[in-house]
């Protein structure tokens, strides 16, 4: 059987958790286009459990806004695909868990559903540390194909758990 993810994130993911072990710190997630992925990346991961604490998919409107109370006039305004909504999944995802720490992720894997101002491949990020302002980070990977896309957001979800832990 092979693994379910590269070799480099189960690296990355290896090293997040043995970080986080370290300072005594929670994780939790919030994520959209990658239905969870950002999670089973580090409960992939043998004795994730004594870091990891929980993980939300939130992949309509509807469970962003009920499960981490993301305001519906965010979601209205700037839309689901916004550095707005990765701020308000990143701080929901704080609050209604037992995580020091928290990543959310919200995008167009593709292959449709992207628009001029939207296209396939932009991926916005937020992370966040109790008490913290979270951080947004915006990516555009293009149109590399859904599963590409997917697991470069999933790359850059650890690297940035890794540097929120770092910060801690």
Known sequence: M?????PDILRSAESVLAKARAKKLKLATAESCTGG????????IA?????FDRGFVTYSNEAKAMTLKVDTNILREHGSVSAETARAMVQGALAFSGANIAVAVTGIAGPGGGSAQKPVGLVHFARVRKGAEPRNVERRFGDLGRTEVRLDTVRQALV?????IDHA
């Not at 092979?2 to 590269?6: C, E, H, I, K, R």
């Not at 992925?37 to 992939?44: K, P, Q």
């Not at 004795?47 to 870091?51: A, E, I, Q, W």
Request: hydrophobic share 50%; aromatic share 4%; glycine share 8%.
């Open 2 to 6: 092979t693994d379910l993810f590269p």
């Open 37 to 44: 992925l950002i999670a089973g990346a580090l409960t992939e």
């Open 47 to 51: 004795g994730s459990s004594d870091v």
């Open 160 to 164: 940035m758990l890794a540097e929120e």
